[in-house]
């Protein structure tokens, strides 16, 4: 079968004709055919070696992913031809961490054990998952749209850790890549209006109109020159310096929310004494635990009107194209790439 293949040992990918189809082994597995599988940036920092993946053998990556049931173990509840997600992510069910509902602080299942990070992922035709980690799809959610419920699970998850979120509160989006998006389009849903999004790449501002939620869409140099103070910040850069200059831009009682995953070398600093004077809370966001229901949920109560990769600046590509899609990735001509794979 095809598939793209990352060897972590040279820190190369390569598109491989005949890469071997994987097979039911244990009776809860589920052997998935891959319809749509995403890119996401976590993978562009594996290739780079900044992120922690399997070195032991080459294995495709591709830890956002939707598709079809192919073949399903004896003990699975899961049949041929429905409509599934997968949660790449699962809880190993013995530390404390996990038993109190937190696998993402797990020393070994969590972020440890992710499906197209430590094992075979979903930049494949096929690939292999046990079916505690595949999600059957309610209608009318497309496995199209499916392909972006990983983000949304992540999304979710932050949604909650930066809850409660009052509908008036004036709220900063920083970054407008995929995940600035998707946060723009889970505010609005919950019906924020007070909304602005800063980013500094053009194209990727101009990717946010589509959306047509009215949020004042602005680059980080009119963020500095206006100085106003937003109750909620939420940074989907994953660069430490902007949470250093955009810390100072929380009013009274703010929320600084760090989603996602700086590079562990970077550093900001922020000022003590405004974090005591103005009561501040910084909130950190890691993947996605026990979240997929809910994406779930939110898929099918966005529907078209936001879940559309159109609207979200989502662009798909031949598993062979893989080296124009991370080109058009870096370039921010497109928010997200995702495998469509037939
Ligand atoms: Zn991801
Ligand atoms: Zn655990």
């Excluded at 970054?175 to 019906?191: C, F, R, T």
């Excluded at 990769?309 to 989502?314: D, F, M, R, S, T």
Aim: aromatic residues 10%; contains cysteine; hydrophobic residues 40%.
């Amino acid at each position: 079968m095809e598939a793209v293949v990352f060897d972590g040992k040279t820190l190369s990918l390569k598109y491989e004709k005949n890469y071997p189809m994987p097979k039911v082994i244990n009776d809860d597995d589920v052997i998935v055919k891959v319809e749509y599988s995403g890119i996401c940036g976590t993978d562009l920092h594996i290739i780079q070696g900044e992120f922690p993946a399997s070195k032991e053998r080459p294995f495709p990556l591709g830890h956002e992913f939707s598709g079809v049931v192919h073949d399903a173990g004896k003990k699975s509840i899961f049949k041929k031809g429905q409509k599934v997600v997968v949660d790449p992510n699962c809880a190993c069910n013995l530390c404390d961490f996990c038993r109190n509902g937190n696998y993402q602080y797990c020393t070994t299942a969590g972020i440890n054990s992710t499906v197209g990070i430590w094992r075979d992922g979903g930049w494949a035709q096929y690939t292999r998952v046990p079916q505690i980690q595949v999600f059957a799809l309610p209608e009318p959610i497309t496995t199209e749209q499916a392909g972006l419920c990983e983000p949304y699970s992540c999304v979710s998850h932050g949604f909650d850790r930066a809850s409660p979120l009052f509908v008036g509160q004036k709220i900063l989006v920083v970054g407008a890549g995929i995940i600035g998006n998707l946060w723009v389009s889970v505010l609005h849903l919950h019906g924020h209006r007070d909304v602005t999004v800063s980013e500094m790449n053009k194209s990727r501002l101009e990717i946010v109109k589509n959306l047509e939620t009215g949020y004042r869409l602005i680059t980080p140099d009119v963020l500095a020159q206006e100085k106003q103070l937003y109750d909620v910040i939420i940074d989907c850069t994953g660069v430490g310096k902007v949470m250093e200059i955009n810390f100072n831009y929380l009013i009274q009682g703010g929320k600084y929310v760090l989603f996602g995953c700086c590079p562990p070398t970077h550093q900001a600093s922020v000022n003590p004494f405004q974090i005591y004077d103005k009561e501040l809370t910084i909130i950190g966001v890691k993947i996605n635990p026990f979240s997929f229901p809910k994406a779930i949920g939110l898929l099918k109560a966005m529907g078209s009107r936001y879940v559309d990769y159109k609207k979200l600046g989502v662009k798909t590509y031949a598993l062979a194209e893989y080296k124009k899609a991370l080109d058009d990735l870096k370039a921010g001509t497109i928010a997200k790439a995702l495998f469509k794979i037939v």
